[in-house]
């Protein structure tokens, strides 16, 4: 027998017949566990290498009748993730819509290693276990690169611009992240300022794929010699 829906109770009956006209009669009964963990999949992104991250999943009893959870495991728990609050087992959710049919999880990622890593979360109660829920991450090393200026000798007071680079030189793929920029202020008690950065429509923080580049402009004003 195989079950079409295993999230919806079945029932088959089973009628067999010898060659003397006796017949047996048998029912055969499944009772499902028809359970949600959400989100799915749960992504933690990309991590930067040595990073750590933890989220929650929520598990959700569907069914109309209490539901008791004998297990809930990670199907590998060798791919950088661990379950860190679990539930206190056997633990029983209430049926659909009576406020006790959820209870949550923590699951962490922890990027010891570059590459892109998943897991799949299950659940058991007595008639086995199903695993339900997707998990992903990834971790990469992020590599910052700033070009340099030479304004080169420039008559007191001209205004001049220049142009320097952000790059993300990361080989693994590694997002970087720039959460601020400094302004380059002028020595003390002179005005204006010598050098200003324009940032221009940047905004913070700012993300950098792999390879990618921005372009900063900055002025130098020098008001001695």
Do not use: W
């Amino acid at each position: 027998l195989r079950v079409i829906d295993k999230t919806k109770d079945a029932r088959a009956v089973l009628i067999s017949t010898d060659r003397s006209g006796n017949f047996r009669r048998d029912t055969v009964y499944y009772t499902s566990m028809n359970v949600a963990i959400q989100p799915n999949p749960l992504s933690f992104g990309n991590l930067i290498l040595g990073g750590k991250s933890t989220k929650t999943l929520t598990i959700t009893n569907k069914n109309s009748r209490p539901v008791i959870l004998r297990e809930v495991r990670l199907k590998s728990g060798a791919n950088n993730f661990v379950i860190t609050k679990n539930l206190s087992l056997p633990a029983t959710l209430g049926a659909a819509g009576s406020g006790t049919e959820s209870a949550t999880i923590d699951v962490e990622f922890t990027a010891n290693r570059s590459g892109s890593f998943s897991d799949s979360v299950g659940v058991a109660d007595d008639c086995g276990l199903r695993y339900i829920a997707l998990v992903t991450g990834s971790s990469a090393t992020p590599i910052i690169q700033v070009t340099d200026i030479d304004y080169g000798k420039q008559l007191v007071g001209t205004l001049t611009r220049r142009q320097f680079e952000i790059r993300n030189i990361s080989t693994d793929g590694g997002m970087l992240t720039v959460t601020g920029g400094t302004v380059l202020s002028a020595y003390p008690g002179v005005t204006p300022p010598i050098f200003t950065s324009e940032h221009g429509n940047l905004t913070f923080p700012l993300n950098l794929n792999a390879g990618q580049i921005i372009t900063v402009s900055a002025t130098f004003q020098p008001n001695a010699v």
